[in-house]
């Protein structure tokens, strides 16, 4: 008797303990992102020039990946390109079941907001980002980014969940025709009682930060 108890004590607790982590998970939600800025004052300007001249999103969404780190879309709702290059995580129930999509807003994709950090980065580096191609000359430096992953995810806890978020890009930096490539790769996550969008925020904007920092250290000509 005191094992059945127990196990219904139990079961209802990590019920209770679900719905209270999940928070207003079932549907499509959008949120936007800020650019993180520098602490900083911006840097003295070193006299070069750099265009970003493309960012590629090349994530691949799986429908019902086996881990919530795979970008993945809720399959009731509308799926076109537009959609996944705004999209940024899956929220969760307390059982791990994939429910609504998280979506950066409509005046934002997730090439927009690398392409923005990337230019603070180099930014604060000194270099002037400039905006046009009629601006290119042969000294300035060319910048080509794929996206390899760009995706927020919860994983629960008993008594907490954690949401990550992951970034990679592939920059290739060059000029007249002399290409370094760098690998840009950062992982933030933190711990929480709910899995409200505010939160996936949180961890996102912890992620970019850490983006732009690692950008400004390893991107050298």
Known sequence: MKKIV?????????????????????KRGEVALQVPASNVETAPSNGKHVYINSVVDKRIFEVKPPEPSTPSLDPSEAQNDAIKARAVGRKRNGYGMALGDILLNENQSVSSVIKDSLGEALTDKGYN????KEQITPQTYIADV????????MNMGFWALTISCEIETDIEFKQEGKPKTYNLHVKAADSFQTGMESNYIEVMQKALKEYVSQAKKEITE
């Open 6 to 26: 127990s196990r219904f004590f139990l079961t209802l607790a990590f019920a209770t303990s679900a719905l209270l982590f999940t928070g207003c998970a079932t």
């Open 146 to 153: 794929k996206i390899i992953k760009f995706w927020s995810w």
């Open 129 to 132: 980002v400039i905006k046009t």
